[in-house]
């Protein structure tokens, strides 16, 4: 593999470890979250705003990787048009697997990443009616209002009360 066909290996090889490693904080993330672990949860926050921005530089890195190599396989495509998989076509085997092998690892990780984001999201607007539906609660607020416009309340295993809790009896126990 030439120069600059190992330069965008690389360049991608780094891109497989910062993927992994946000997939790991958004993993340690969620785990926080449905443990009601706040401080943990800033910190994640702050863990995944570093690899972000780390994911933000070695993607230019990537774009300047891929335009170089394209240009010594007589590549003649405008940089937006450009891909690993396009160039990938145009390489000998030993480097055209690896690139392959590495946008293939990128789609994965990209797609879990995907997935436990989305899966975070619902546990944490599940959080927040379970949260707002206590404080009413606490409040003696009839929570057969709050039901009726949205929010639930859930038993200890995280299934959905079937019936709510009558208004004020967490109030009168206080």
């Known amino acids: 593999m030439d120069t600059a066909a190992g330069d965008l290996a690389a360049a991608l090889d780094a891109h497989v470890m910062l993927t992994r490693d946000l997939v790991e904080v958004s993993q340690r993330e969620q785990a926080h979250l449905l443990a009601y672990e706040v401080p943990q949860l800033g910190s994640s926050t702050d863990e995944k705003r570093v690899l972000l921005s780390q994911l933000q530089a070695n993607e230019a890195r990537i774009a300047g990787a891929l335009s170089d190599a394209g240009a010594l396989v007589g590549l003649d495509l405008p940089g937006s048009k450009l ?92």
């Open 83 to 174: 891909t690993v998989s396009i160039l990938a076509d145009h390489l000998p085997p030993p480097g055209s697997e690896r690139l392959r092998g590495l946008v293939s690892c990128l789609q994965s990780l990209t797609a879990t990443l995907h997935e436990l984001q989305s899966v975070t999201l619902v546990h944490a607007d599940r959080g927040s009616r379970f949260v707002r539906a206590y404080a009413a609660l606490l409040r003696g607020v009839d929570t057969s209002l709050a039901v009726a416009s949205g929010t639930e309340t859930y038993t200890n295993s995280g299934k959905r009360r079937p019936v709510t809790i009558p208004g004020g009896t967490l109030a009168r126990q206080a």
